[in-house]
C-alpha cells in the first residue's frame, strides 16, 4: 500500500472579509487560483490530478454548485480531473486533505489536490438561510451556531482569563507580523491580481498593543472576556496542498515536504466546541504511537484565543513550537481554507525547524475535533 | 394634446387652496384634482393616522372606479408625508385597557390598507418629508411611490415597543421576496427582519430604495423637482388600462426559519445589545415573518394570514408594560426608550 504525501503547499493571501481586498473576489477564483499555483509551483500537470478533493463550510449561492467541480474546470485541469466539496465546518480542508489520503491509501488515485475556499465575504458564516431543526430549542441553536458563547463558556470552566486570552492573541499577531517583515509568508502566498492592483500580503495582521486590546468591551457575551481581538477575524481565503503516493512522486521525481502518519476525528458538546483539539489530538496521537512530546512543530487553530489555550495547556502543548508563524486570530479563518493552511503550514515548518514530527488540528463548530500527525519526508 | 401638456396640472398648493373638495371632515379630504384623478389629503398633525382619517379613507376608497380613475395620495407638506397612527390615540387605547378598540383600530387599518392596494384604480403616493411607520405602511400599499429624494422611510415601531402592523411586515416581506438579489426561504424575511427589529429609518429615499422599501417602478424627484407632478404624471399613466394586482401567496420558512432570525438576535441579547424587551419584539416579527409556530417550511401563505398575526402579536405586545412605557417616553420626550 503506498503512502500518503504532502508534496506543496501554496495559499491565498487570507484578508478581512467585506472590507479586504479579496471582498470582490468569486469563491471559484480565488479557488482555481490557488490550484493553478499548486501545480506550476509542483510542476505537476493537471491530467495527472484524480480528483480535487476541495472544502466549503457554507455551500449556499457561489458557493454552492459542487465547489470543487466549478475550481478544477476554471483552473484549466481538464474535464476528465474529477471535483468533489467537503464539509466539515471549519475543519473541512483537513478533512479534505484526509479524504485525499483515504483514496490514495486504497488504490483509488495517486495524484490529488486537497484545499478549500471560504469567500465570506460573498457567503456569511452560516449562509443566508439559517434553518436549524425547527425542533431545537433556542439553547440548542446557540450551542450549535453561536460559537463566540462556546468560548466563553471555555474561557470560564477553563479559567482562560481575559488577560491570558489577550496576551495569546496578542502573541499571534506578533508571530505573524514577524515571520511577515521576515518574508517567511512569501513563498506560501500566491499573489492574487484583483485588477484593482496586485495582494500578496495578508491583510488581518495588526501590530497592536496589548492597552488598546484590553480596551475593547465583550463581543458575545456582557460581562464576558472575549473580544473581538481574540476572536478570529471574519475572512476571505484560499488554501491547497498536494497529496501524492509513492508511484507518482518517484515518476515526477518529487521531493515529498511530509508523510501523512494519522488521522483522527472526534465530538464533544456542541457548546463546547472549542474542546475539540484535545480528544482528536490524543486520538491522532495514538494511532501514530506518539505522544505530544514527540512533536516538534505544532499547527493548532486559533477559533478564540479562550478555546485554544484551553486546549494547549490540556494538551501541554509547549508555547514554542505552537503556530510559530501565528495563527487564525492574527491571519484570519476562512473556514473551507484553514485546514488546509495548518496542513500546509506543518509540513512546511518541519523542514524549516528540522523537525521530524507535526500535528495539525482544529476545533469545529457543532462539537468536533479533527487532529493529523505528519512526519517530515 | 401631447404628454407632456396632458401631463401638466395645477400646482399643489392650489389644488389643496381650490373648491374642489368631494368629500371630508375635520382630518382628511378627498378632492377632484381633474383630468379624472382624485387627491386624498390628509391635514392634522404629522399626517398622522386617526379614526376620522380611517373614515375618509374608506368613504375615498368606496368611490373609487365611480368618481375618478386614479387616486393620489399627497397633502403639501415637506415634514411629514405621515408620520403613522396617531400615538396618543394609540396610547389611550392602551391606558384605558381598551384592547378590543385597539383590535378594531388595527384591523381597520389593514384593511383599509388593502382594499386601497386591490382598488379597481391605480393609486400613487406622493412622499415628501418622513413616510414613518404606519405613514410608510400607507405607501407601501399604493400601486407606486414617487419620492422626494430627501423623503425618509422606515418603520421604526420596535423603537415604541411594538411592530408594524397595518401590513408593514407582510409588504416589505413581499418586496424583499420579489428581488433576485435576496434569495433562499429565509434570506428575504432576513432582511426585513433587521430592518424592523432595528427600527431602521432611511436618510434619504435612495437608500430606502436600496432597502427595499421604493421598487423598480417607483421614481425619486430630486431635490427642487415637483413630486406632486411626478406623481401626477404617474397616476395618468397607470390610470389607462389598470387592473389591481393578483392577490400574492407568500412563501415562509416556519419555525426552522424562526430560529434562524433569533440566533443573531439573541447573540446580540448575550453581549447586551439588545434587551430582553428588544428580543421579545423581535420573536413577534420573526413569528409574522416566518408564519408563526404552526407554520411550515416552504408553506405558501396569504398576506391575510400574515396580518392576522401582525395584529395578534401587536395587541399582546401592547399588553406588555415595556410597551406602554417606551410610547409614554415616547410621547412625552420625543426619544426611544431602550428598556
Known amino acids: 500500500m503506498s503512502e500518503a504525501y504532502i508534496v506543496d503547499y501554496v495559499r491565498s493571501p487570507f484578508t478581512f472579509a467585506k472590507k479586504g481586498a479579496l471582498a470582490n473576489v468569486r469563491p471559484e477564483a480565488l479557488g482555481a487560483h490557488v490550484v493553478r499555483a499548486l501545480l506550476d509551483k509542483a510542476g505537476v500537470p493537471g491530467d495527472e490530478i484524480e480528483d480535487i478533493v476541495w472544502a466549503c463550510a457554507f455551500q449556499e449561492g457561489e458557493q454552492g454548485l459542487n465547489l470543487g467541480r466549478v475550481v478544477g474546470l476554471e483552473a484549466g485541469l481538464p474535464v476528465t480531473t474529477c471535483g468533489m466539496t467537503i464539509n466539515r465546518w471549519c475543519g473541512s480542508a483537513l478533512q479534505a486533505v484526509q479524504a485525499a489520503a483515504g483514496m490514495l491509501k486504497m488504490g483509488a488515485g495517486d495524484a490529488f489536490v486537497a484545499g478549500g475556499t471560504e469567500c465570506t465575504s460573498r457567503v456569511p458564516m452560516m449562509g443566508f438561510n439559517l434553518l436549524p431543526p425547527p425542533g431545537w430549542t433556542q439553547e440548542q441553536v446557540d450551542a450549535y451556531v453561536t460559537v463566540g458563547l462556546s468560548a466563553e463558556i471555555i474561557a470560564k470552566e477553563h479559567n482562560v482569563s481575559r488577560e491570558e486570552q489577550d496576551l495569546f492573541a496578542h502573541n499571534s499577531h506578533q508571530k505573524a507580523l514577524s515571520a511577515q517583515r521576515g518574508g517567511r509568508f512569501d513563498a506560501e502566498i500566491a499573489p492574487y491580481d484583483t485588477g484593482d492592483g496586485v495582494v500578496d500580503k495578508d491583510g488581518c495582521i495588526k501590530d497592536t498593543s496589548l492597552k488598546k486590546m484590553a480596551m475593547l468591551k465583550p463581543a458575545f457575551l456582557k460581562g464576558g472576556t472575549v473580544t473581538a481581538a481574540t476572536a478570529s477575524p471574519f475572512t476571505d481565503g484560499s488554501a491547497a496542498v498536494l497529496v501524492c503516493g509513492d508511484d507518482f512522486l518517484k515518476r515526477h521525481d518529487l521531493r515529498p515536504l511530509a508523510r501523512i502518519v494519522s488521522f483522527a476525528v472526534s465530538g464533544c458538546e456542541p457548546g463546547k466546541m472549542g474542546l475539540g483539539p484535545i480528544e482528536s489530538s490524543r486520538k491522532a496521537l495514538k494511532r501514530a504511537g506518539m505522544t505530544i512530546a514527540d512533536m516538534g512543530v505544532i499547527e493548532m487553530n486559533e477559533a478564540f484565543s479562550a478555546q485554544a489555550e484551553a486546549s494547549r495547556r490540556a494538551l501541554d502543548i509547549d508555547p514554542d513550537i505552537l503556530n510559530m508563524d501565528g495563527g487564525a486570530i492574527a491571519l484570519g479563518h476562512p473556514l473551507g481554507a484553514t485546514g488546509a493552511r495548518l496542513v500546509g503550514k506543518c509540513a512546511t515548518l518541519l523542514h524549516r525547524e528540522n523537525k521530524r514530527y507535526g500535528l495539525a488540528t482544529q476545533c469545529m463548530g457543532g462539537g468536533m475535533g479533527i487532529a493529523m500527525v505528519l512526519e517530515a519526508a | ?339
Request: charged fraction near 20%; proline fraction near 5%.
Open chain 2, 1 to 339: 394634446m401631447d404628454a407632456a401638456a396632458r401631463h401638466d396640472g395645477p400646482p399643489l398648493p392650489a389644488l389643496l387652496a381650490g373648491d374642489n373638495e368631494i368629500a371630508g371632515n375635520s382630518e382628511a379630504s378627498l378632492r377632484d384634482i381633474g383630468d379624472g384623478l382624485a387627491l386624498f389629503e390628509i391635514h392634522r398633525k404629522m399626517n398622522s393616522f386617526d379614526p376620522a382619517v380611517q373614515d375618509m379613507l374608506e368613504e375615498t376608497l368606496a368611490r373609487a372606479g365611480r368618481g375618478f380613475r386614479a387616486l393620489i395620495l399627497a397633502n403639501g407638506s415637506d415634514r411629514a408625508f405621515s408620520a403613522g397612527a396617531d400615538l396618543n390615540h394609540f396610547l389611550g387605547l392602551i391606558e384605558r385597557a381598551d384592547f378590543d378598540g385597539l383590535t378594531r383600530f388595527i384591523r381597520r387599518g389593514q384593511e383599509l390598507f388593502q382594499a386601497m392596494k386591490y382598488a379597481p384604480v391605480p393609486v400613487v403616493a406622493a412622499v415628501s418629508g418622513v413616510a414613518l411607520g404606519g405613514g410608510c405602511e400607507f405607501a407601501l400599499h399604493a400601486d407606486a411611490i414617487v419620492a422626494d429624494a430627501g423623503a425618509r422611510f422606515g418603520l421604526p415601531e420596535a423603537k415604541l415597543g411594538v411592530l408594524p402592523a397595518w401590513g408593514g411586515c407582510t409588504q416589505m416581506l413581499l418586496r424583499a421576496q420579489a428581488q433576485p438579489a435576496v434569495s433562499g426561504p429565509l434570506a428575504p424575511a432576513g432582511a426585513v427582519f433587521d430592518l424592523i427589529l432595528h427600527g431602521w429609518v432611511s436618510g434619504s429615499a435612495a437608500k430606502a430604495r436600496e432597502k427595499g422599501f421604493l421598487r423598480d417602478g417607483d421614481a425619486i424627484v430630486e431635490a427642487g423637482g415637483d413630486v406632486f407632478a411626478a406623481a401626477r404624471a404617474r397616476a395618468i399613466e397607470l390610470a389607462d388600462g389598470y387592473s389591481p394586482p393578483d392577490k400574492p401567496l407568500i412563501t415562509i420558512a416556519g419555525h426552522s426559519g424562526w430560529l434562524g432570525l433569533m440566533q443573531p438576535a439573541y447573540g446580540m441579547g448575550y453581549a447586551g445589545r439588545l434587551t430582553e424587551t428588544d428580543l421579545r419584539i423581535g420573536g413577534a416579527v420573526a413569528d409574522v415573518l416566518t408564519g408563526g409556530p404552526e407554520g411550515e417550511y416552504l408553506w405558501r401563505v396569504s398576506e391575510d394570514d400574515l396580518m392576522r398575526r401582525e395584529l395578534e402579536a401587536l395587541v399582546a405586545l401592547c399588553r406588555t408594560v415595556e410597551t406602554r412605557e417606551r410610547m409614554a417616553h415616547f410621547l412625552k420626550t420625543g426619544e426611544p426608550l431602550h428598556n
